[in-house]
């Protein structure tokens, strides 16, 4: 028995208020019966507890769990978790879990382990499956089973991503404690970049991503679906930079991993074609996007049946593509179809609903049926506000082209302010030179000079070619046409040798895109023509 001057010497003795923490509850324990002291540990291990949970940690105490539940709820360290029964007060369970760990770390282990499998075969509460995911990133042959990555899969296929935020907090108490495998610190830090991707802050995506990477290329994986899910979310935080040739070599490694470890009609490689297809199509590849594109879908009919969501999805890509390429009669059945399947499988305010309704919208504005799609981009801008926020990158695009459409028709004075506020959310989440961002600034430029606000449209479409030339991005038509408007611009503002440099620069990137005798660049050596004998009268 110790004596109340021993007790008091060991705790001054204790350097932290840890190790102050352990003195007292190491007598506690002392004091306590076998049994209970050893159901103790166990409750430990996950965040709460009740006598089920207590049967599955220690199975060979599973006739005593109950009375024992019930002599663990009399300690003063155990409280009341509602809806799931009990916890051990937070500083007490971090010196038992530091004790486990250091000194009985199989034990630690085997306990995560069982409390893992018991988690995931409940499963029916989001704590449970927030709790099945902290104990089973502790399993060293994780990365030979699927279920906490499908788990987190799915939460990210539903933009539940308030649960994959809590996961990360929990996985960051093991690795403050120094608990987490390399596969485990990789995961972590993929998890990291898809919420920044959320967020639309794809540069820190790559960068968290690409760290994970680094970690999991020294790794020997017993299932591959963790390098292939890790190298296509990298891959798309790069497309979201216009970033086109950095991703190119990672789509195509993806999937021919994809191809070599699961096979040609795995689920994983249908995703691994969508993706490549999706960079062939933003470099205007579309020839080569097409067979991608349709054999993705076939092995998806052929896994999933026709109503599962990422059908839809298929449907979506495909008939995008065929939009690109001016195929409307073929592209507007599978955008209907697309958006039909997931409003019966989603609900109505899902984030895909709001792409679907996008789509379609962007269909109908270029077929020029203006009034059937100005209410489907106002859903669709409704929903991603509600559900992604008025700063995502995905908000921003659909402010794009409502503004867009309202262009379309002369109502210029109200698609300027919706241009406005995409732009500053496009600087701010993706950076000025993003192609969407100048996209955006060059649809703003276009819709002040048609509104005759010519010194701020001068000033847009400056800032827009110097970015462009930043991009090395110069030596193509739309170029030369933006160059000389900007020109017509200087010249209606009198400032005629701001407008001949402009006219001169568009006529060198004609000659060489056209040729010298193509009409266009015959037109404007007329229009440098004019305004050189109109400088000469002034």
Not at 68 to 83: I, N, Q, R, S
Not at 100 to 123: T, V
Request: glycine content about 6%.
């Amino acid at each position: 028995m110790v004596s109340l001057e021993e007790l008091l010497e060991r705790v001054q003795q204790a350097e932290t208020e840890t190790d102050r923490q352990w003195v007292l509850l190491e007598l506690q324990i002392a004091q306590m019966p076998a049994n209970l002291a050893s159901m103790l540990w166990a409750a430990a291990i996950p965040h709460f507890f009740d006598d089920k949970v207590l049967v599955a940690l220690r199975p060979e105490l599973a006739s005593e769990a109950e009375a024992l539940y019930e002599d663990l709820k009399k300690l003063t360290f155990v409280e009341d978790f509602p809806g799931h029964g009990s916890n051990i007060h937070e500083l007490t369970r971090d010196v038992l879990l530091g004790r486990l760990w250091h000194s009985h770390r199989d034990d630690f282990l085997n306990l995560s382990r069982r409390a893992a499998n018991f988690f995931f075969d409940q499963g029916q509460s989001l704590e449970e499956k927030v709790e099945f995911c902290y104990h089973e990133i502790l399993d060293t042959h994780i990365s030979g089973d699927d279920r906490l990555l499908d788990q987190v899969v799915d939460w990210w296929n539903h933009y539940e991503n308030d649960q994959i935020q809590s996961v990360i907090q929990l996985f960051l108490e093991h690795q403050n404690h120094g608990r987490l495998t390399k596969l485990g610190q990789g995961f972590l830090l993929h998890l990291k970049g898809l919420l920044k991707s959320y967020l639309g802050q794809y540069r820190e995506a790559e960068e968290l991503l690409g760290e994970a990477q680094a970690i999991y290329q020294l790794l020997d994986f017993e299932n591959f679906r963790y390098q292939t899910t890790l190298l296509r979310d990298l891959a798309v935080s790069q497309l979201h930079q216009g970033h086109y040739q950095e991703a190119e070599p990672v789509c195509e490694e993806v999937l021919e991993l994809s191809q070599e470890k699961f096979g040609a009609d795995h689920l994983d490689t249908s995703i691994s074609l969508n993706n490549l297809a999706t960079l062939y199509e933003f470099q205007g590849r579309y020839r080569e996007a097409e067979p991608l594109y349709q054999q993705a879908l076939k092995i998806r009919r052929s896994q999933l049946g026709p109503d599962h969501p990422d059908i839809a999805a298929s449907l979506n890509n495909l008939a995008g593509l065929y939009t690109s390429q001016g195929r409307y009669g073929e592209a507007e059945p599978l955008y209907q179809q697309a958006l039909e399947t997931r409003r019966s499988q989603l609900g109505p305010n899902h984030p895909d609903i709001a792409a679907s309704l996008n789509n379609l919208a962007e269909l109908y504005r270029a077929q020029g049926r203006y009034g059937e799609a100005e209410p489907l981009y106002q859903q669709a801008l409704e929903i991603q506000r509600s559900q992604l926020g008025p700063d995502h990158p995905h908000t921003a695009t659909s402010l794009n082209n409502l503004a867009l459409l309202y262009a379309s028709q002369g109502r210029y004075g109200e698609a300027e302010p919706l241009y406005q506020q995409a732009l500053e959310t496009l600087e701010s989440k993706l950076g000025e030179d993003h192609p969407h961002t100048i996209t955006c600034l060059k649809n703003l430029a276009k819709t002040c000079r048609k509104q005759e606000e010519y010194t701020k449209a001068i000033s847009l479409l400056e800032r827009w070619k110097a970015l462009e030339k930043s991009r090395q991005n110069t030596r193509n038509q739309e170029f030369a046409i933006q160059v000389r408007t900007l020109g017509k611009l200087y010249e209606k503002e009198q400032e005629f040798q701001d407008a001949a440099r402009n006219y001169e620069e568009a006529l060198s990137i004609l000659n060489y895109v056209l040729g010298p005798q193509h009409p266009q660049t015959l037109i404007l050596k007329g229009e440098i023509k004019r305004l050189k004998k109109q400088m000469k009268k002034t």
